[in-house]
């Protein structure tokens, strides 16, 4: 149950919200998605790979040139 205004002829405004938004950031282009996995690419990443991708990709290249190493 609500209250009667205590003087005649004024009745209570309904509060709003007075928070502002937050002003968003500068528009960032969304990051590029890695081509294997489909994930955020690294920033540092030429061959648009995610890190997981990438750190992959290195030792993939390490655990080769070990083996090419063996056979010689």
């Known amino acids: 149950m609500s209250k009667k205004p205590s003087q005649p002829g ?8 007075t928070k502002r938004a937050a002003p968003h950031p500068a528009a960032q282009p969304k990051p590029a998605a890695c081509v294997v ?3 955020d690419v ?4 030429t061959e648009e790979l995610c890190w997981v991708c990438r750190r992959l990709k290195i030792s993939a290249w390490r655990d080769i040139e070990g083996q090419a190493a063996i056979q010689e």
């Open 10 to 17: 004024t009745a209570r405004k309904p509060r709003t919200s």
């Open 37 to 39: 996995c489909g994930g």
């Open 42 to 45: 690294a920033p540092f990443s």
